[in-house]
Nanobody
Framework: VQLVESGGGLVQPGGSLKLSCVVS????????VGWYRQAPGKERELVAD???????NYADSVKGRFTISRNNAENRVSLDMNNLVPEDTAAYYC?????????WGQGTQVTVSS
């Protein structure tokens, strides 16, 4: 199983970024896929996920600013992040849950700073 993330970087407050994760080696169509993040000194937390039936969960802190989507034809899950704030600074991890097994990407850093 491989999860390849892209799209992190440095952005000013109020800016936007898009994260993307391409998954291979599993049945993407039946998996719940999503994004977690971990800031220094804090626990990893769910940002957003989307089930195989396209049911979506968002953390309260990102509702209205972030949008998760999946493309089953490309085995891709994306996270559009708008109106970013410094508190969004963290390492972001792609996550796959399938048949009660968890898989993680290597992480991509998002830094929001002026």
């Amino acid at each position: 199983v491989q999860l390849v993330e892209s799209g992190g970087g440095l952005v000013q407050p109020g800016g936007s970024l898009k994260l993307s994760c391409v998954v291979s080696g599993i049945g993407f169509n039946i998996a719940t896929v999503g994004w977690y993040r971990q800031a220094p000194g804090k626990e990893r937390e769910l940002v957003a996920d989307i089930s195989h039936a396209s049911a979506i969960n968002y953390a309260d802190s990102v509702k209205g600013r972030f949008t998760i989507s999946r493309n089953n034809a490309e085995n891709r899950v994306s996270l559009d992040m708008n109106n970013l704030v410094p508190e969004d600074t963290a390492a972001y991890y792609c996550h796959v849950l399938i048949l009660r097994s968890n898989y993680w990407g290597q992480g991509t850093q998002v830094t929001v700073s002026s």
